[in-house]
Every structure is written in C-alpha cells, then in structure tokens.
C-alpha cells in the first residue's frame, strides 16, 4: 500500500459545480497537509497548507482534514475553466523546512465552459 | 518578491553523461529540498539543504548529489544519466531559522530529457 492514496481521475465537470478532491494515507505521523495545482508543464503551485485535523477556507478553497480516517479533501465552489490543472495533494510530518513531503499521484481536473 | 528560479527550464543530455541543475530559492528562505517528477506522477523527494548540509535524503542512488551555497542557492548533479532519470525535476524553498516552519514553495522545473 502507497502511503499517500489519490484517484488520478481525469475528473470533468461543468463551469460552477462543487468539486470534490480527495486522498488517504497510511502513515499516522503525518501532521501537515498541503494541497498544490499544477498547470501542465509548470512546477506545483501551493494552494492549501493545513496542521493537523479540521478546516480551512480561503475563498473558493476549502481544505478539510480528518486525521481519524487519515482522508483529506479539497472542496472548489463555483469551477472556473481556469481551475482546470493537476491537484497534487501532499503530506509530511513536519513542516515544509523540515521534512521531505508525500505526494499523491495528482488528480486532473477538467471544468468545462 | 522574485519566488523560486530554476535554470535551465529545458534540458537533452544523453545516456551516461553528467547534468547540474540550479535553483535560487525565494527570497528570505534558506532551505532547499529537490524533487523528480515523472510524467503523470506525484514529485518525490530526493534530498533536503539546510546550512549547506544535506539534512534528508530520500530513496535516490548516490548518482544524485548537491550542493548549497552561503547565499542558500542549491545545485542538483546526476551522473552517469540513465534513460529513467528523465523527468521535471523541481526545487522548493521553505524557512527554518528561529524555529520558524514554513510551508514549501516549488520552482517552475527543469525538465530533462535523456536520450
């Protein structure tokens, strides 16, 4: 078993549905959760940075974490066409100076106009 | 606030030769971690700078090796290229002095190509 799960997709949906971007993972210790968008052909960019269980929004952003269930989520309101990337999800034990984090296999997301 | 810059962007090598690649981390961070994409992959870690000290290394033979430099500027070298070792290879910069823990910030990549 992986330690980090993440369904590839691809995943398509219309122009302002409710998107729903999910992972589980195996190993306890993990504390920090991040999630990241990759454009094709361009490096991870942060969206999320989370410690431990509960939630966090930021716009049309919202992260959740469950550290019972070792299952994070990212929830987009309102998809624009320009959401449309690769959702990397990613985890560590320490913050991001101190460890090295794990990555999901990434999620592509497609939002149609 | 110039973020994290890697050089060069695109890059052809062949088999059995040698690579750098470089990265200046955004400013005011002073730790380095490298990373190698494969294509429809998540990043994995190859090895952590900090105080020019390699702190973490992840699941990579000793081909990979690097380096950081007293303004926190890091290289990556890969010897001895195989056809595996193509990939976008990634550089995150994140903050660790006075206890600080911040979160990691990725450049925009080299891709490599071996041929």
């Known amino acids: 078993q992986k330690e980090v799960e993440q369904d590839p997709g691809p995943l398509s949906v219309p122009e302002g549905a409710i998107v729903s971007l999910n992972c589980t993972y195996s190993n306890s210790a993990f504390q920090y959760f991040m999630w990241y968008r990759q454009y094709s052909r361009k490096g991870p960019e942060l969206l999320m940075y989370t410690y431990s269980s509960g939630n966090k929004e930021d716009g049309r952003f919202t992260a959740q974490v469950d550290k019972s269930s070792k299952y994070i989520s990212l929830f987009i309101r309102d998809s624009q066409p320009s959401d449309s990337a690769t959702y990397l999800c990613a985890m560590s034990e320490h913050g991001g100076s101190q460890g090295n984090l794990i990555f999901g296999k990434g999620t592509k997301l497609s939002v149609k106009p | 606030d110039a973020g994290v810059t890697q050089s060069p962007t695109h890059l052809i090598k062949t088999r059995g030769q040698q690579v750098t690649l470089r990265c200046s981390p955004k400013s005011g961070h002073d730790t380095v971690s490298w990373y190698q994409q494969a294509l429809g992959q998540g990043p994995q870690f190859i090895f952590q700078y900090y105080e020019e000290e390699e702190r973490q290394r992840g699941n990579f033979p000793d081909r990979f090796s690097g380096h950081q430099f007293p303004n926190y500027s890091s290289e990556l070298n890969v010897n001895a290229l195989l056809l595996g070792d193509s990939a976008l290879y990634l550089c995150?910069?994140?903050?660790?002095?006075?206890?600080?823990?911040?979160?990691?910030?990725f450049g925009q990549g080299t891709r490599l190509t071996v041929v």
């Open positions: 995150a910069s994140s903050f660790a002095g006075r206890g600080s823990d911040t979160e990691a910030f």
